[in-house]
């Protein structure tokens, strides 16, 4: 019994083991610049820091790194190299130096919410060895705050133009589509388009009758044209008819065409 306890808890144990590992945070870096120079001395000391964190794993680039991209603390610098890199976190840096001053810069760039974190520390008459430290200390400090961040909410995606509006009778225009928006409680046509507003309906109703309208009286001429006149006494002529109401007929159809198509 004693025996299979022990297998038990170890079991366990590896368990618990094998999942931290899988929750270990990887950093990449992508390189610190010494007064416009890459600094190797900069970067070996922020990895040495990292290290002794026990949940960080360092990442080794696959492809290299640009020197353009080197010491950046922007998302467009970021954005490329996480682009075909896997990491949770890329960290750069720049180290400035004066005769009687030394300033160092770290940023963080997380993939998760895609921003950057950065912030500087400085020293007066101090020996580069000192700016180096505060330099590594500051990663250090700054990968903690970027990992108790809270996760990214995720985003709506966005909806296609041709469905994202609905027309709204509350102000006769048109209103953002939404299940739940009270204001907008007209949905979409059957084929995917949207409602007319009622006074294009309107006048699109009216050109249809006028267009009707003036079609039957022009068809009416063209029939009767040259027959016999009810009293005998001639041809009917109905060229003048014929060529009042198709042109209308036209007209009115055209506008009935563009009142319906246009958006």
């Not at 705050?145 to 509350?170: D, E, G, H, N």
């Not at 949905?187 to 109703?205: D, I, V």
């Not at 041809?235 to 209308?248: D, S, T």
Request: with cysteine.
């Amino acid at each position: 019994m004693p025996t299979k306890r022990t297998f038990f808890v170890s079991l366990l144990l590896l368990g618990l083991t094998e999942q931290s590992g899988f929750a270990r945070t990887t950093v990449l870096l992508t390189g610190v610049q010494s007064n416009g120079v890459a600094s190797d001395r900069v970067e070996q000391a922020i990895v040495m820091r990292l290290k002794r964190l026990g949940d960080t794993v360092i990442v080794t680039p696959r492809y290299p790194i640009g020197s353009e991209y080197v010491g950046c603390d922007e998302s467009r610098c970021f954005e490329p190299i996480a682009s075909r890199e896997t990491a949770d976190y890329f960290i750069s840096g720049r180290v400035t130096s004066s005769e009687h001053a030394r300033l160092a810069r770290i940023a963080i760039y997380s993939t998760a919410r895609k921003e950057v974190i950065a912030e500087e520390v400085g020293c007066e008459d101090c020996h580069e060895k000192a700016i180096v430290d505060q330099a590594a200390s500051l990663a250090t400090s700054l990968l903690d705050k970027a990992v108790s961040l809270p996760a990214p909410t995720p985003t709506t995606r966005a909806i296609p133009a041709a469905t994202a509006l609905v027309a709204s009778p509350s102000n006769g225009g048109l209103c953002p589509a939404c299940p739940v928006c009270a204001s907008c409680p007209v949905a979409l046509g059957k084929e995917g388009f949207l409602p007319l507003p009622t006074w294009r309906r309107a006048l699109a109703g009216v050109l249809g009758v006028v267009a009707g309208g003036a079609f039957s009286v022009a068809v009416t001429a063209t029939w009767a044209h040259g027959k016999v006149s009810s009293d005998f006494s001639g041809h009917y002529n109905g060229k003048a008819v014929m060529g009042a109401f198709y042109p209308i007929t036209a007209a009115a159809l055209i506008g009935l065409t563009l009142t319906l198509k246009l958006p």
